[in-house]
């Protein structure tokens, strides 16, 4: 792959090879994530508290090397609180989520932050939709409604985690909300390693009150010291660097990458078989969530 940049186009985008290499790879270290957590024999809470816990020595590195100057006002460490909150009941909704239904609902429903801003938008703003808004709006929810109906034919323990998955949407519609302001004043690096700060100790208790196992056991650490690898630093930061060199269609199409791997995934490791019907309900959903970044620049779970 070349390193040459292209010619930047109206919209001011500018991307080489190696950023859409990165923004690639970032989906695929980020679709990982909901195999791991199955792989890890701590309960799924905890799970995600050692996914914030172990990277943030590193995370702390790259937020002092990429430190904004001037202090941090009390309105930012608001804005950082409730992003850490949100973001702490979306990982503990998700992670119990994952192991309860397949791994391509549980990652579709995860990133479905973006439709349900979308939606929140035109009722905050008490408007008809645009057509834009209104197909995705609509394609969102047939494929939901096909996804939970087959998740309902296949058991109600399957159905039971797809509302958590949603629920963990959500959440992370509510996480994005704050933490997008903060970010656009203390840089990406900065905001997660707060929230991570805020959010680690909250899974830590849910985890603790709902009595699951925090220590791995015959699992070891592998596969929570990948996950916490691949979901905070590689995928991240994979995104960091290339997110900013895209347009949002682009970067939806990229976003679903994670669907077709976890699918992968859900099949090659537990045998998750999909029929032509939950197909055509992820190929909805998908279609919402690329409407949906189309016409507002997200974040990647």
Known sequence: MGSATATPDKNGFQASAWHFAALVAGNIALALGPWLVRLSDTGPVSAGFWRLLLP??????????????????????????????????????????????RLANATLFGNSGSVILMAWGIIAARRAPSGQEGVGVLAALVGAGILLGRSLEISATTFVGDLFCLA???????????????????????????VSLIAAPLLLAIALAAGEPVWPGEAGWTPVLVLA????????????????????????????????????????????????????????????????????????R
């Open 229 to 300: 690898l691949s979901s905070q630093l590689v995928g991240q930061g994979l995104l960091v660097f290339s997110l900013r060199h895209f347009p949002p269609l682009i970067i939806g199409m990229a976003l679903l990458t994670q669907p077709a791997i976890a699918a992968t995934v859900g099949w090659l490791a537990f045998g998750e078989l999909l029929a032509p019907l939950d197909v055509v309900g992820m190929v909805l959903v998908g279609t919402a969530l690329v409407l949906a970044r189309a016409g507002r620049p997200g974040r990647v």
């Open 56 to 101: 943030l020595p590193v995370l702390a590195l790259l937020a002092w090397r990429g430190r904004s100057p001037g202090p941090i006002d009390g309105r930012l460490v608001l804005l950082c609180l409730l992003a850490g909150a949100f973001f702490a009941v979306d990982l503990a909704s998700w992670h119990v989520g994952i192991e309860r239904t």
């Open 168 to 194: 963990a949407g959500i959440f992370y519609a509510f996480y994005l909300l704050p933490a997008q302001r903060a970010r656009a004043a203390l840089g990406p690096w900065a905001v997660l390693l707060l």
